[in-house]
């Protein structure tokens, strides 16, 4: 029987103070392996390695280390003699503690790339866009007469959420990988820099993913056709934005429900859980409320009227 061997060592980065910082590391053992007894090479084509990380309290220091165990199996040494043993172990996607901005600080994003843009320039250009956006759906709606004011306020809205969920969403649904985004593109720089307020989305939590997706592919289309509906007075109108506005509050309520179930410690700092967890989140909070609440009225208005009409002609 061959025999095997247990080799064991600690894992760790020194940091400019000189202390140890716990690394989150994929240590990958291949070839290169090699052993000399005496001097003297022995062959090694029969030996099998495999490791093994193990984590443990640092009592003196504080934390967690990481140690790697690696097993030799099927090598075959003379007894008595003295031998050196080596191989090559490369490592992969170092993250280590502080390399990313995102809490909890253990999160393991490989290959992470921190964001290129400032925060002015990422909320800047939403914010002009949307501006944008607004104005000429504002500007196109005033053409037509028959349309009121809050109309005209509606498709705004609608036109900007649909744009939203399509867009913006629908690129992190679709990307799971933009933390890695070398580019500068723009819609990966904006889930860098939200993922600040809440890191679920860096790390690609399922329950966020579904959320958004279900957003992006449903509720972003019927957003548009909300805004068509109003425009040309469809009869459809206020059911549809009832059933679009109660969609976004049932995605918003799991949406903050998941994040208090797993104890609601996602954002970086303060500052960003209430300016974008909180307040950016916000939106999809009030306005859908209040479109449900007028078009539940518009409903059972026609409803009477209809009835009335009914009881007259009897």
């Not at 956006?133 to 705004?156: A, F, H, T």
């Not at 580019?183 to 809440?198: I, R």
């Not at 959320?211 to 007075?233: D, F, K, M, Q, W």
């Not at 208090?260 to 859908?288: K, M, Q, R, T």
């Amino acid at each position: 029987m061959k025999p095997s061997m247990l080799v064991c060592g600690e894992i760790g980065v020194l940091s400019d103070g000189n202390q140890k910082q716990q690394s989150n590391i994929a240590v990958l053992v291949g070839g290169g392996f090699a052993v000399e007894v005496e001097n003297a090479v022995v062959d090694t084509s029969n030996v099998e390695i495999s490791t093994m990380e193990h984590m443990f309290p640092d009592k003196l220091e504080g934390g967690n280390k990481k140690s790697m165990m690696v097993e030799v199996k099927g090598l075959e040494l003379p007894v008595g003699k003295k031998f050196a043993m080596s191989w090559k172990m490369g490592i992969k996607g170092v993250t280590m503690e502080g390399s990313h901005p995102y809490v909890p600080r253990d999160l393991i994003l490989l290959d992470y790339v921190p964001v290129s843009l400032t925060q002015s320039t990422i909320l800047g250009v939403y914010g002009i866009s949307s501006l944008l956006v607004v104005s000429l759906v504002w500007i196109l709606s005033g053409r037509s007469p028959k349309l009121m004011k809050i109309d005209r306020v509606l498709m705004c809205w609608w036109v900007f959420t649909g744009l939203t969920h399509m867009i913006l969403e629908g690129y992190f649904v679709f990307s799971p990988q933009f933390y890695k985004d070398k580019t500068m593109c723009y819609f990966a720089e904006v889930w860098k820099e939200y993922s600040k307020g809440d890191s679920r989305y860096a790390a690609r939590d399922a329950g966020v993913v579904a959320v958004e997706g279900l957003t992006a592919v449903l509720e972003g289309p019927a957003s548009l056709l909300a805004a068509y509906a109003i425009a040309t007075r469809k009869s459809y109108s206020y059911i549809l934005q009832v059933a679009i506005s109660l969609g976004q509050l049932y995605g918003t309520a799991v949406y903050f429900l998941t994040s208090y179930l797993e104890g609601d410690n996602f954002a970086a700092s303060s500052e960003y859980y209430y300016a974008y967890y909180v307040f950016a989140n916000s939106f999809w909070v009030v306005i859908p409320t209040i479109i449900v609440i007028r078009c539940w009225k518009k409903i059972c208005a026609a409803v009477k009227v209809q009835e009335q009409r009914k009881a007259k002609a009897r």
